[in-house]
């Protein structure tokens, strides 16, 4: 005699206020069987799990948007792939070719940079730190030098002497648009002129110059007002540097900032309503510029996107490893990827969708990571069907920072694989090993 | 008397509880593991033929039965 189908038992209470005011919780099922039409499971059977996947397709989409919403309304714009956002080689050469510079905050990611053969000029160099040998190189291959404070202004006029070279520079500024926390911790301060005496220090010292004015107000900016502050605050000064020292300021740089479609643990509308749209940031800056702009020329204006361009192109997928029933009645999975992986998790309800349709009702359950480490919750309370060993989520948007602040932590990194604009899956970055946890041990 | 022989069971697979006032969605399977709960049956006999009728490792059934009967009792439907 044939054996039935089988199917896992179920037993929920019925919750009839829930019910009538959420439709029907327990039935609904978020589904994601491919991306870019792979097939979820033939990634993980090919790659493994967990793995993390890029979409260039997505990636490129985001971009031509982003860019046409500024390019549309502004003769010079130029965007500057911001690597901490993700510095993954394929990925930095995918903005590469859209017509990106780098901008970078440390030594290894201007050597990254370098190694992919992007050139000086076209290299932003960024952050409070950066070490003066390093910094002599930058200046040396001629890339673009936001200064932050008055130590760098120091080291740079000794490199100046020694190279026997006037440097131009960029000078960082922080100010206040409305936005809190306020980012004063970079830069100079605008409003208490700060800034401006910065300027002149410069200019007193005889061996810098100022070519650029730079900020970067924050990180998910959910009102593209602050940045018509900004850039407003930036044309003042701009406009005042060149009356008193008769400098050309060649370009103004609104860095990074711009939010992604994902939600917010605390906001409670979708990320369609709260999340402004590159046209709103694009009118918010160009605008300001045509309006407060008292020189002759436009300045070229650069961008430091990155969350923005590629949250929403990554995606990370895990498997069901194992499950139990806690002391409170709710259902607790064990994944292959945790919070080692999903550096956001603190921040982002993650989007969380199940690779097909799962028999049976839904209950709370809450989804762990593999850490021996009672912090490593991806989510507290998740409406799922009973799943399977070797049911496999797909958890997005994780394509900003993730993977850069991905954890060397108890498991191996995972590996990353893009799927190219015809749909075909790579690996890009394989699977870490005993030998890369233990290099350069001695 | 077990608080889970006075559930009530329909043929929507709803279960009602008059004392409680509560109901309980189950699925086929489920309300079959309910009934012979209420026939006294162990949970090492419903294993026995529950296995022997359906298309599922015994190891794997195991978790699930095991998993069924801790939520029961989260609801107060077994001690
Ligand atoms: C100077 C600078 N530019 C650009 C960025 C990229 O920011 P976002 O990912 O929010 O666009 C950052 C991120 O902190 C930054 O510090």
């Known amino acids: 005699m044939s054996k039935q189908k089988y199917e896992i038992p179920t037993i929920n209470k019925i919750d009839f206020a829930m019910a009538s005011k959420y439709g029907s919780p327990v039935k609904s099922q978020k589904i994601r069987t491919e991306i870019d039409g792979v097939k979820i499971s033939e990634l993980t059977e090919k790659f493994g799990s967990p793995i993390f996947v890029f979409s260039q397709k997505q990636i490129e989409e985001k971009y031509h948007t982003l860019h046409n919403a500024f390019s549309s309304r502004y003769p010079d714009v130029t965007f500057g792939w911001s690597y901490k956002t993700n510095y993954l080689n394929e990925i930095c050469k995918i903005y590469h070719d859209l017509g990106s510079v780098a901008e970078v905050v440390s030594e290894f990611e201007y050597q990254k940079a370098r190694a992919l053969g992007v050139e000086g000029k076209d290299i932003i160099f960024n952050g409070p730190y950066k070490p003066k040998a390093d910094l002599k190189i930058a200046v040396e291959e001629g890339a673009k030098i936001h200064v932050d404070n008055l130590f760098e202004i120091n080291d740079l006029e000794e490199i100046a002497e020694e190279l026997g070279i006037k440097i131009p520079v960029a000078i960082r500024i922080n100010m206040d648009t409305g936005i809190y926390p306020q980012w004063s911790r970079f830069g100079f301060n605008f409003e208490n002129g700060d800034a401006l005496d910065a300027v002149e220090r410069m200019y007193a010292g005889g061996k810098l110059y100022l070519t650029g004015i730079h900020s970067h107000i924050g990180t998910f900016m959910l009102d593209a007002n602050a940045y018509r502050l900004a850039t407003m605050k930036i044309m003042q000064l701009k406009e005042r540097v060149e009356r008193k020292f008769n400098a050309e300021i060649a370009y103004i740089d609104l860095g990074g900032g711009f939010a992604s479609k994902s939600n917010l643990k605390g906001i409670y509308q979708s990320a369609e309503v709260v999340v402004p749209t590159a046209d709103d940031y694009a009118e918010a800056i160009t605008n300001a510029i045509y309006e407060f702009n008292k020189s002759e020329n436009l300045p070229k204006l650069y961008l430091e996107t990155g969350r923005h361009l590629i949250d929403e192109a990554g995606y990370l997928l895990t498997s069901v490893w194992g499950h139990k029933r806690f002391p409170d009645g709710k259902k607790g999975y064990i994944l292959d990827a945790g919070v080692n992986l999903l550096y956001t998790s603190t921040w982002y309800n993650f989007n969380i969708e199940l690779d097909k349709r799962y028999e049976g009702d839904n209950e709370a359950s809450m989804l762990n990571g593999p850490l021996c480490m009672n912090i490593d919750i991806i989510e507290e309370n998740l409406m799922l069907p009973p799943l399977d060993r070797g049911s496999v989520l797909t958890i997005s948007p994780v394509g900003a920072y993730n993977y850069t602040q991905a954890m060397q932590f108890i498991r191996y990194k995972p590996a990353v694989v893009l799927i190219d604009k015809e749909g075909t899956p790579r690996v890009i970055k394989e699977v870490d090993d005993l030998a890369t946890i233990n290099y350069k041990e001695v | ?79």
């Open chain 2, 1 to 79: 008397m077990k608080v889970i022989e006075e559930l009530v069971l329909d043929e929507n697979n709803v279960a009602f509880h008059p004392m409680m006032g509560n109901s309980y969605q189950l699925n086929p399977i489920a309300k079959e593991i309910v009934s012979a709960i209420k026939q006294s049956k162990s949970k090492d006999e419903i294993l026995q033929e529950l296995s022997l009728k359906y298309d599922v490792a015994k190891e794997e059934l195991f978790i699930d039965i095991s998993d069924f009967f801790a939520k029961l009792k989260v609801y107060g439907l077994l001690s």
